[in-house]
């Protein structure tokens, strides 16, 4: 069963607008979520986690427990966030793993 | 960078070799992940070990076998029975300790096998 899913595979969107990639997961109790994100020619590195509630790079996640949802926003993209970005929950108390999402591939347009 | 490596960074076999993909930290991470990289799936984990001699099937564990004989190596071994054995190979770890979930990763090795 899909546990965590992130619905669009691709995404692009012009320099200084607003970008919002999907993450949804399936679980019924407080899952410890994450943000990872792959830049080109660089290894796949975490950018935030929701229990930090922080902004980095000008990103935010929050956690949405009715919706199960846990969207990565940015008011207004730029060139430089163009990445690969994948949504990763620790979706049971006991798990010692995450569970990757597909990926979703940001592109920002000059 | 540093902390996780992993080589080669390229790597080619024939049809039917077993091939032992490396992964090392020197992080003092007790627990430690491969996982394999494919377009379009995003990353699925194929062995875990959370701290020295154990280790646990992952989603994909099929045709892969793994040793944790370190606490700073945890090597993949790509077996010839593994059907689709051309990926890309992401190693990670992560302390197992205050309850932090976050891994690191290395840099990946890319395997080919015709």
């Known amino acids: 069963a899909q546990r965590v899913t992130q619905p669009e595979k691709l995404l692009s969107v012009f320099k200084g607008a607003p970008v919002e990639l999907k993450c949804n997961y399936s679980?019924?109790?407080?899952?410890?979520l994450f943000w990872y994100v792959q830049y080109s020619r660089q290894r796949l590195q975490l950018l935030l986690r929701?229990?930090s509630r922080e902004s980095i790079k000008g990103f935010t996640a929050d956690l949405n427990k009715g919706e199960t949802s846990f969207h990565l926003k940015k008011p207004f993209a730029q060139e430089e966030d163009s990445a690969m970005y994948y949504c990763?929950?620790?979706?049971?108390?006991?798990?010692?793993?995450?569970?990757f999402g597909q990926g979703t591939r940001l592109t920002i347009n000059p | 960078d540093g902390g996780i490596t992993q080589s080669p960074k390229y790597l080619f076999r024939k049809e039917g070799q077993n091939v032992t993909l490396s992964c090392e930290q020197n992080?003092?991470?007790?627990?430690m992940y491969w996982y394999r990289q494919d377009p379009g799936q995003g990353l699925r984990l194929i062995y875990y070990?959370?701290?020295?001699?154990?280790?646990q099937k992952g989603d994909i564990a099929e045709g892969y076998s793994v040793s944790r004989e370190k606490k700073e190596s945890f090597p993949l071994t790509v077996t010839s029975a593994q059907k689709n054995p051309t990926a890309f190979y992401l190693c990670?770890?992560?302390?197992?300790?205050?309850?932090?979930?976050?891994?690191?990763f290395g840099p990946g090795t890319r395997l080919t096998v015709t």
């Open positions: 679980y019924s109790g407080s899952p410890e």
């Open positions: 929701h229990i």
């Open positions: 990763a929950p620790r979706l049971d108390q006991g798990a010692q793993k995450l569970v």
């Open positions: 992080l003092n991470h007790d627990a």
């Open positions: 070990s959370q701290i020295v001699n154990d280790f």
């Open positions: 990670a770890s992560r302390p197992g300790q205050g309850g932090h979930h976050e891994q690191y």
